[in-house]
């Protein structure tokens, strides 16, 4: 056991580093800074550096554009990318369908679209839950029926993050509505350029638009774009949802959030102390900072455990319940740090806590991972 | 960066859990902790015999060069067992004040002493009017020629009765908040003018409040440097800190374990009663508080490891500690509300290893001490960074 960096570990930090500091523009530095959206030029500006450097996507392998990195450098690189104001990674193309279309996908699949994920020339997102399907998602009502070579789709997906950026969505479909629930799915990959896909926008309680509802209205879909085999989608679903999981936990993010609320915190002064002088509210912030600190080594270890043997595994729920945890905590303090200052949306203070709520219900509520453990782990 | 255990770490800990396993049943750490001095000076000679009372002291002061990696193993299969013997006071607390404070040969010879096994220390810091903080010391030493006469009362000194000498810190200069002005001392068991009250502490341990009237101790008494002991009594605790998080985490283990056991096979209404998905997801949350615990505990490792600048290593340990007592708490009460009226039970072991966890929390600080003092280091780093000159209290004068 040897928990500490090696000299190698702390020169890639270094690197890692300097990288961000010569390569993120500094407009979208200030945009991070300042906690105002991103524009989709802003993130594919971002990611074309990245892919300059060979760091878009660290996990994919290295045949395939992926790096070579420890666990523990991959975790010093997602510590430095939030510690350095850099834009998130938008998971679904880079985290969510590659993997999938990696281990389950045909040559074909992978020569298409890893390259073009790289490239930014495709901007996915993710076609799952629908207005009837949210914790029991293998209820899932949208239809793909066979019509010759093609797929014809039809159903509601909602709550889509950034889907009016995308040109491509990875669908859940129903194809055999005959055998039980969780057996008839199938994980199809849809040009939203195809006639028939609608894309509503969702404006949220913060005000913000992130999400969407995506119509799929007799989509006609070549079954070459299924991924795997019909009806094994929900396996493939899963297999998504453990790597989803550990992404949404947000630690690094987190640490970010974390220097936000000193910085608040800090430009709060009363009679010339600032509020980061109160023991009462500092001891407040050092409480979360303190579980924050606890959660990211129980990611390392997680990172550790994976690379011992593959999968993430149900781990990874636990993992996605205490950093999104985490997450409300952190701006629940932000909403307060603010004072009446939090009431003006131009501070984003409030904003933060009210968008967050959005945490412990994506990616699988809160409660649903704490089923999921009970079972699979815990054998309850 | 590695969470596997090397060869040397697997064959440690595989023989601490052998020894865990053979004895420490309950019902013979029942009759160890209503023994005479609540744990057995035979499993002591065994800890010898096994190495583990010099396994974290460096090589040059007769240790086997481990480091806190080899505590931390050690303290967690401890905590499993409930095990009784004084291996913090005697190793972690005095062990560590004569490794990192001892100027003398004397003070070599003891801790050769102590890692054979021949010698029991204990600390004793806390006063009744300093809760947890070891810079309010009002026990005072005067100096008599090259003598320290020593007035005052310390409380809550693990294990005091057994000890034969004690780490003791007395004012010898200033006020009573100073943190200037602190000497670390030993003080022999029989030294006249001393007085113990010993008892047995609420969850099995032994505990002692001592009493100094005119307590003459000579120069070479004296750790680290006259005035200056604090730096060395926080790196003691925080070393003691360690040693109680995995403590902590070997508890939590078995209560975990237990109480999912009993989940499973306690049924009522003609079901096991973790069927219900209300005791499931508290379950679920016992599973994560243990898994953050656990991994805090190594946080505070590798401060331990790396031990540059202080206040880094000091908050690092304030950290650990708030994280250990939060989930040890929730993780105690959970298994005895879900072990229901057996987990209140005397009889029952899930009840020991919750009393342990509950004193385990006060242990050298609480919540509120450890996240009043994280804030405050953390302002202090912030103003003024400090150079790593905490690593040159390892004595200089040891030949």
Redesign the interface.
């Known amino acids: 056991m040897d928990l500490t960096f090696t000299a190698q570990e702390r020169a890639f930090r270094a690197e890692v580093r300097a990288f961000i500091a010569a390569e993120l523009p500094a407009a979208v530095r200030a945009k991070m800074v300042a906690g105002d959206e991103l524009s989709k030029e802003d993130y594919v500006a971002w990611q074309q550096r990245l892919n300059a450097r060979g760091w878009l996507a660290p996990n994919w392998p290295v045949k395939y554009g992926g790096t070579d990195w420890s666990v523990v450098e991959k975790h010093i690189f997602d510590e430095e990318m939030a510690l350095g104001n850099a834009p998130r990674q938008i998971p679904f193309g880079i985290s969510m369908v590659a993997p999938v279309i990696i281990a389950f996908g045909n040559e074909e699949q992978k020569a298409r679209y890893l390259p073009r994920i790289l490239s930014s020339e495709d901007w996915w997102c993710q076609g799952y839950s629908e207005p009837g399907s949210g914790s029991d998602l293998a209820s899932l009502q949208t239809r793909a029926e066979r019509d010759g070579d093609h797929y014809l789709i039809n159903g509601t997906k909602t709550w889509i993050t950034l889907a009016q950026y995308a040109n491509m969505i990875f669908v859940l479909a129903r194809t055999d509505p005959s055998v039980s629930k969780q057996k008839g799915i199938s994980f199809i990959l849809v040009d939203m350029t195809t006639p028939g896909v609608t894309v509503r926008p969702i404006v949220t309680i913060d005000g913000g638009h992130e999400i969407n509802e995506v119509h799929l209205e007799n989509v006609r879909v070549p079954v070459e774009n299924l991924v795997g085999k019909e009806g094994e989608g929900w396996t493939y679903a899963k297999f998504l949802l453990e790597h989803e999981r550990n992404g949404t936990a947000g630690v690094a993010g987190s640490f970010q959030l974390l220097e936000r609320l000193k910085h608040v915190a800090a430009e709060q002064k009363t009679d010339g102390r600032s509020l980061l002088d109160d023991d009462r509210f500092a001891e407040k912030i050092a409480q979360v900072e303190i579980e924050l600190t606890a959660l990211s080594y129980a990611q390392l270890r997680s990172l550790a455990a994976e690379k011992a043997g593959a999968s993430p595994g149900p781990e990874s729920s636990f993992i996605k319940i205490t950093g999104t945890e985490i997450q409300q905590s952190l701006t629940e303090l932000m909403r307060d740090a603010g004072g009446y200052t939090s009431f003006d949306p131009a501070t984003h203070n409030a904003l933060w806590y009210f968008n967050f709520r959005k945490a412990s219900i994506y990616a699988g509520s809160n409660e649903i991972q704490r089923n999921i453990i009970a079972k699979r782990i815990l054998g309850l | ?6 060869a040397d ?1 697997t064959m440690i800990k595989d023989s601490v859990d052998r020894f865990v396993a053979d004895a420490y049943s309950f019902d013979a750490r029942t009759r160890l902790a209503d023994s005479e001095e609540g744990f057995s000076r035979e499993h002591w000679r065994t800890f010898a015999g096994l190495g583990w009372l010099g396994i974290a002291f460096p090589e040059d002061r007769g240790g086997f060069g481990g480091t806190a ?1 080899e505590t931390m193993i050690l303290m967690e299969a401890f905590g499993k067992g409930l095990v009784l013997e004084p291996f913090v006071p005697t190793v972690v607390l005095g062990g560590s004040a004569l490794a990192f404070g001892g100027t003398s040969n004397a003070h070599r010879e003891l801790l050769e002493r102590l890692i054979e096994g021949e010698l029991l220390l204990s600390l004793a810091y806390a006063e009744s009017g300093s809760r947890y903080d070891p810079s309010i010391v009002e026990t005072r030493a005067r100096r008599e020629g090259s003598d320290l006469v020593i007035d005052g009362a310390k409380i809550g000194v693990p294990f005091g009765a057994a000890a034969d000498k004690l780490v003791v810190s007395v004012r010898t200069k200033g006020e009573r908040h100073d943190a200037h002005g602190i000497t670390l001392v030993l003080v022999d068991r029989d030294a006249p003018g001393l007085s113990r009250r010993d008892y047995r502490t609420v969850d099995g341990q032994r505990a002692s409040d001592l009493r100094f009237a005119g307590v003459r101790v000579p120069a070479d008494a004296i750790l680290a440097e006259v005035d200056e002991g604090l730096p060395l009594l926080e790196r003691v605790l925080d070393y003691g800190l360690g040693a109680l998080a995995a403590e902590a985490v070997g508890l939590m283990t078995v209560m975990q374990r237990t109480t ?1 056991a009993y ?2 096979t306690r049924e009522q209404f003609g079901v096991p009663i ?2 219900f ?1 209300a005791l ?2 508290r ?3 016992m ?2 508080q243990l ?6 505990c ?2 505070g ?2 401060a331990l ?2 031990d540059g600048d202080a206040r880094a290593r000091s908050k690092a340990l304030s ?1 650990t500690k ?2 250990i007592a939060r989930s040890g708490r929730y993780v105690g009460q959970q298994a005895i509300q879900l072990h229901g009226g057996i987990g209140m039970s005397e009889e029952y072991a899930v009840g020991h290893y919750f009393k342990r966890m509950s004193m385990l929390e006060l242990a050298l600080g609480d919540v509120d001490y450890h ?2 003092r ?2 405050a280091l ?2 202090q780093s912030a103003e003024k960074p400090q150079a790593t000159e905490t690593k040159k209290l390892v004595t200089a004068g040891v030949a």
């Open positions: 960066m590695d969470f596997s255990l090397s770490q990696v999912l989940l499973k973790g069927s998905q499931q997801h379950a679920v949350d599973l994560i898994e953050l615990a656990r991994s805090i190594y946080y490792t590798v490891l790396e950290a708030v994280q996240l009043h994280f804030v953390g302002r």
